[in-house]
């Protein structure tokens, strides 16, 4: 879970981690050497002690002569007879807490006799919990001047990488005009990165341009010899000519025009999103419906298939002509090569177009890969190279439409196609 924080919250908790680590060990090595020393001076004080009761009272007769906050236990005297909470204590020096009380027990054992002094330590206890007190208050501040500390230190380091975040973000890197970003970091770890980025972006904006120029001008040189093809077909078709080659002339005259068509696309896709003159719609979308619906309707009926072109909902909008016709087109295609029989429809709504065919349909696993370039569905038939679908996912991200994809239980494809706000 850590490793999805930010940064620069990452960098504060290991910062405030260590601190607490190293304050706490250092806090409870001061507690140890504490209760080191406590019982280290107090055993020798009370082993001094009880010599001296043992030698110079006990032995004498006399009563032990102790402090108020000292008494003296026997095992051989029932006037100094031991408690029964002091028994079974080990040799030397043992802490003994009693109730809110405690107190100091030095237990020695002479030929057979055991023989303590039980000490208060009333006094030295709240000395102990006094330094005790200190030492937590100063992990405590420790802790709070780490996160302190740590919060400024961490907001400095990010700061430029930040900084760079937002430039990449909000410049038009690969605009070919956009400045470098290195000269403005110095020559650091951010300056490495940032010099980096402007390596990476350069062989982007070049293979992007490179991409653009070969679009245009390829699509630029076929408008040539689409044009001748289209005159000769023109000309060919007032000629007296048999059913049969009429009938190729009409595939060659309709190729024509799909390239046509496409090259158009690809001009239009290859131009910069900010010319927006060539991207003003100018048509409805029932006008492009109809049309295609002439063109593609034709074609199915020829295949058996039966085609509807439904309106559940009027809508005025005016769109792109040339994206739209190669959407709808290259739909269509495909409903009219994976349909064997059944039927197809084109249903338009507000703002949107479906097309429902009766084929094969896609398997929900293909749904979000059938949209990329070369793949093929399962089901796949003539000669290619999967990229009709790709090509409308193009242009619907360019055009901000959304296109999805679902299959009913009834089996047959439904293409969905939200055309947005109509510009």
């Known amino acids: 879970m850590l490793a999805k924080q930010p940064f620069e919250r990452r960098i504060l908790i290991a910062f405030v981690l260590m601190t607490v680590v190293v304050s706490g060990l250092f806090s409870l090595s001061i507690v140890a050497v504490v209760h080191f020393i406590e019982e280290h001076l107090v055993s020798q004080e009370m082993s001094r002690e009880l010599d001296e009761t043992l030698r110079e009272d006990i032995s004498q007769g006399r009563a032990p002569r102790l402090d108020s906050s000292t008494r003296f236990f026997s095992s051989d005297r029932t006037e100094y007879a031991i408690p029964g909470e002091y028994k079974g204590l080990q040799d030397g020096f043992n802490e003994v807490v009693s109730g809110d009380q405690a107190y100091y027990v030095y237990v020695r054992e002479i030929s057979g006799q055991t023989y303590m002094l039980v000490q208060e330590q009333e006094e030295f206890e709240a000395r102990e919990n006094a330094l005790f007190n200190v030492v937590l208050a100063g992990f405590l501040l420790t802790v709070l001047a780490a996160w302190g500390l740590g919060l400024i230190t961490a907001r400095k380091v990010m700061a430029p990488i930040t900084r760079l975040a937002q430039q990449v973000r909000h410049r ?3 605009h070919p005009l956009a400045p470098p970003l290195a000269p403005d970091y110095p020559d650091d770890e951010i300056g490495q990165l940032a010099a980096a980025f402007d390596s990476t972006l350069g062989q982007v904006r070049q293979s992007l341009e490179r991409e653009r120029l070969f679009t245009s ?25 048999a059913p049969r080659e009429k009938e190729q002339l ?9 390239m046509r068509e ?22 409805t979308l029932a006008s492009i419906a109809e049309e295609q619906a002439g063109r593609w309707g034709t074609l199915m009926q020829e295949k058996g298939l039966d085609f509807q072109m439904l309106v559940e909902d009027q809508d005025t909008g005016h769109y792109n002509a040339t994206f739209l016709a190669t959407v709808m087109a290259n739909l269509l ?22 097309i429902e065919d009766s084929g094969a ?38 055009q901000g439409w959304n296109v999805s994809l679902h299959s009913p239980e009834s089996g047959g494809t439904c293409f969905r196609v939200e055309l947005g706000a109509a510009s």
């Open 172 to 174: 038009d890197q690969l």
């Open 217 to 241: 001008d390829v699509s630029h040189e076929l408008r040539t010899p689409l044009m001748i093809i289209a005159s000769s077909c023109e000309l060919l078709a007032e000629a007296p000519l």
């Open 250 to 258: 009409a595939r060659i005259a309709r190729a024509s025009e799909e």
């Open 262 to 283: 496409l090259v158009q696309t690809f001009l239009q896709l290859a131009r910069d999103k900010s010319n927006e003159a060539v991207f003003i719609g100018n048509r």
């Open 333 to 354: 295609r495909n409903a009219l090569h994976y349909t064997e029989r059944g039927s197809v429809r084109l249903v338009l709504e507000h703002g949107a177009f479906r």
């Open 361 to 398: 349909g896609i398997p929900a696993e293909q749904h979000e890969h059938i949209f990329q370039p070369f793949v093929r569905g399962p089901q796949a038939r003539g000669e290619g190279l999967g990229l009709g679908l790709s090509l409308v996912k193009r242009i619907c991200a360019k």
